[in-house]
Structure formats: C-alpha cells, structure tokens
C-alpha cells in the first residue's frame, strides 16, 4: 500500500490540490480575483480551440463506429458485457451528468429565455423559448459526451484487450514513449484536471440543495450551510466508498436512474404534456439543423460578447476537466461490449434521455411563463439553483417533489463523488483495480475542501473557472489520445463475420 501511494503522481497531485485549497481558505477574496482574470484569459484566448477538438472528437468516434472496427471487443474476441444493459446504462449517466443535469436541466433553458443566444434576439418571446431549447439540447448532447467516449474507450481498450493498467500515460505511450517524467506529467495533469471537473459539479449540486432546503423548509441559503452540506455528503460518499464498486455505486446509480425516470414520469404527465413532445421534437430538429453552425460559433464580429464563452465554451471545458474520471469509469462498466455498441450506447442513450429530462423540466417552466404570466425566468437570472423548486410551485405536491429532487441531488453527488474518489484513487495508485482505502479518504477530502474553498471564494463563476483552466492542458493530451488509440487500433485483427450454414436440402 505504501509503494502505491509514495509515488509522483500522488504526492505531486495531491500537493497541488491541497495548496489550492489552503489559499483559497486563507484569502478568499484573492482567490476570486484571480480566479475571474484566469477565466477571461482562457476563454478569450482558447475558446476556438475547445469548440473545434470538441467536434473532431464527435467525427472521430462516428468514423471509428461505422467502420470495420467497430466489431472490436473492449476484451477478448469471445467476452460478453459485464453489465445488463440498464444497469451499465444508469452507471453512464450517473458519472456522466449526475446532478449537473438535475441543476441545469430548468435553469439552463430558462436563462437562454431570459438572455437570449443571440443580441438581436428577444427574450422572454416564443422564438427565444424555441432557441433556448435547442441550445440546451446540443449542450447536453452528443458533443458533451464525445468526450468522455474518447477517453473512455481507451482506457477500456487498454485495460481489457490489452491487460495494461488504466492510467492515462499508458493511454499515450504510442505516442509519446515511456519517459517516466511525461508519464508522470501528465497523469498529475490528469488528475488535477478530475478534481476540479469534479468539485464543480459538486459545488453546483450543493448549491441546489441549499436553495431547495431554503425553497422547502427555510432553511437559510447560507455559506455555513452549504459547508454543512458539503461535510455530511464527504461522510456519506467516503461511507459508499468502502463498499467498492459492485454494491455502493452500482446499488445506487440504478437509485438514481429510477428517481429519475419517476420525477421525469411524474412530471411528464401532470404538466403539460403535450407541449413537452413539441417541444422535445422541435428541440431534436433545431439541435440536428443548428448543430455545425453551434459547433463553430464564436462572436469575434459582434464586439467580444460573452455569451459563447460563458456557455459553450464553459460546458466544454467542464466536460473535459471531467473526462478522465467519466472515461474512465465508463471504461470500468463497459467491459465486454464492442466498439461500435460501446459509441453508440454512449453517444446516443444517455443524450437522448438528458434532452428529454430537459424537455419535460425546462418545458414545464417555459410553457408556465409564456401561457400562464408566471415569472419563473426573472426568478432563475436572480439565483440559478432556484430553478427546479420554483417550477414545481405550479405543479400538484409541490413539496414531495422538492423533497424527492433534493434526495435525488444528495444521491447523484455521492454516486459522483464515490465514483471519483475511487477513480483518483486508482489513477494515483499505479492504475490498479483494487485502490487502497488510504487513497480514497485523501482524495475524497480534498475534493469536498477544494469545492468548499469554491464556494467561499465566488459560488458559480470560480466553480467555472477551476473547470476552464485545469481543462486546458487535458484538452492536448485528448488529440494525443486519438492519435494514440489510432496506432494500436490497427495492429488489431478484425473479426470476420459468421457466414450462415446452408441448410440441407431434404
């Protein structure tokens, strides 16, 4: 255990991330100075460059499923999916949006309503609420999840075909060699790049459930009470955390998918039910008609606006701050499954349920402003994590499902959280399977305590810009990934399909 844990990896990783958070505790207000000045620089100086890796890894993974290697298996050419289908597929999107999703799923359509996409655009008319719509589709997507198939797929090519370990340097090695001091930078990078894709949305679900708590039992929306919040969640995912994977986190992602899918039931059938099928349908048009220009838009003709930057560009970063983590437990439950099932479950499966998650929520608040004069927008621009709760005041048993919204937060952050902490673990253990204990306290700490120096330091904005720039260096090491996965790809032999035996003739 002590060869484990005394290695660069972990000490360079862990010391990073512990002096972040000592002087974001010491001086907060400096924290958040610097903090707004990192994300200005990154997303002014390198938003072109998220959007165009984001749509080369979507072409890169739709070429690699349509073609001959796509009949590959993430394990020898005779292993089957170690998961049934609904449990890898709640694993998925557990990891994948956990309760970002929960949180964006109203605010997000809701914001794009209130202040439009577009300057020339108005808001709070019914083309705003149609634009809000599809953008939030393409940013829950395909393209989000791109990313976390890239990195996924790898590592889960690597470790199951190829017997080698799940570090993210091994990722690399046909392309950048076996130089221990690369190997080890870029796992550090890796690393550092997880717990702060991990702790935004961490901090985002502990901003929702204090505004739920608040909206339900008045309970204040305090500092001291989102740090409450965030220690009893500490103890509960280190709690799940020793039960490893195939009872903690299995038995609670298949909670979470079917807290979901009853809220989204529920939801679906007493609002407004039909408007949430246009909606949902126009949504899918809107999203695949605007999807390359989406893909490419930056604003440099219309005076430096910040729109782009503050969605787009943060939603791209905060997934490939996330992705080492999200890719590789997606690699983890997708043992078994061949290339072209693996892309496809990924890419399709999980989008698909976010957009109709958002097309029920989001269209329940939308349809509520536009037909019945409710202020559910102006409510959302003056605090995002009030969204969901104000949306249920206009729907029956508004309490239980504030109540049933909160738990579902609550489960959806320890499942993460658990899923981390196991991931760092392994990431910072030599890539082993099994992790020591040790390393998951060290890193289920440090998560919670740099999410709560977040909060301190500036809510919202420093949880955006921790993602931003710890994501920018991971951003590189992903085109290295698909080089990568390229060179070792070829070397394989490509299943040949069973002919059918011809049937004797009588």
């Not at 998961?83 to 997000?108: C, K, Q, R």
């Not at 808001?123 to 393209?143: N, P």
């Not at 930078?185 to 997880?194: E, F, G, N, Q, R």
Request: glycine share 8%.
């Amino acid at each position: 255990m002590k060869n484990q844990l005394l290695n660069p990896v972990f000490l360079v990783s862990s010391i990073v991330v512990g002096i972040l958070v000592i002087i974001g505790a010491v001086n907060p207000e400096g924290f958040s100075i610097v903090s707004s000045k990192l994300f200005n620089f990154t997303t002014v100086n390198f938003g072109w460059f998220y959007l165009i890796a984001v749509f080369v890894f979507v072409f890169f993974l739709f070429a690699l499923a349509i073609s001959k290697y796509g009949k590959i298996r993430l394990g020898p050419p005779d292993s089957r999916p170690e998961y049934p289908f609904f449990t890898w597929i709640g694993m998925l999107f557990s990891a994948g949006f956990g309760a970002g999703l929960v949180f964006w799923g109203v605010a997000e359509p809701m914001s794009h309503y209130f202040n439009t996409p577009f300057p020339e655009l108005e808001g709070q008319t019914e083309e705003a609420a149609r634009v809000a719509m599809g953008y939030a589709f393409f940013h829950w997507g395909i393209s989000q999840w791109s990313v976390f198939a890239i990195v996924g797929l790898l590592i889960a090519f690597l470790q199951f075909r190829k017997n080698k370990d799940g570090l993210i340097s091994t990722a690399v090695e046909p392309v950048v060699g076996k130089n221990k001091g690369i190997k080890h930078t870029i796992d550090s990078l890796a690393v550092i790049a997880t717990v702060m894709g991990v702790a935004t949305s961490l901090g985002l679900g502990i901003l929702q459930m204090a505004g739920g708590l608040d909206a339900v039992f008045d309970v204040p929306n305090s500092i001291w009470v989102k740090l409450v919040i965030t220690t009893i969640l500490l103890v509960l995912y280190l709690t799940s955390s020793t039960t490893g994977l195939d009872k903690g986190i299995k038995w609670l992602s298949n909670l979470n998918l079917g807290l979901c899918l009853t809220l989204l039931a529920f939801v679906f059938i007493v609002g407004p039910t039909l408007f949430i099928l246009n909606t949902f349908t126009l949504g899918l048009g809107d999203y695949i008609t605007n999807f390359i220009n989406y893909s490419f838009r930056l604003t440099p003709y219309e005076g430096g606006g910040t729109w782009v930057r503050e969605w787009t560009i943060f939603y791209w970063a905060w997934v490939i701050a996330w992705s080492p983590f999200v890719g590789a437990f997606v690699a983890r439950v997708s043992r078994g499954r061949t290339i072209r099932e693996f892309i496809v479950g990924v890419l399709i499966v999980p989008p698909l349920i976010a957009c109709l998650w958002i097309a029920t929520f989001g269209g329940t608040a939308l349809n509520s402003d536009l037909m019945n004069g409710t202020n559910i927008a102006e409510i959302v621009n003056d605090d995002v994590a009030l969204a969901l709760f104000e949306t249920y005041n206009y729907l029956p048993m508004t309490n239980i499902l504030s109540i049933l919204s909160i738990l579902l937060i609550a489960t959806f952050l320890i499942t993460s959280a658990d899923s981390a902490t196991y991931i760092l673990s392994s990431m910072t253990a030599g890539g082993t399977l099994f992790p020591p204990l040790v390393a998951k306290i060290v890193w289920g700490v440090l998560i919670a305590a740099i999410a709560a120096v977040l909060l301190t330091a500036g809510g919202l904005n420093a949880l955006q810009t921790a993602s931003l720039v710890s994501a920018l260096p991971f951003a590189v090491i992903l085109f290295i990934f698909m080089y990568a996965f390229l060179k070792m790809i070829r070397q394989e032999p490509i299943p040949e399909r069973k002919m059918r035996q011809p049937k004797k003739q009588r």
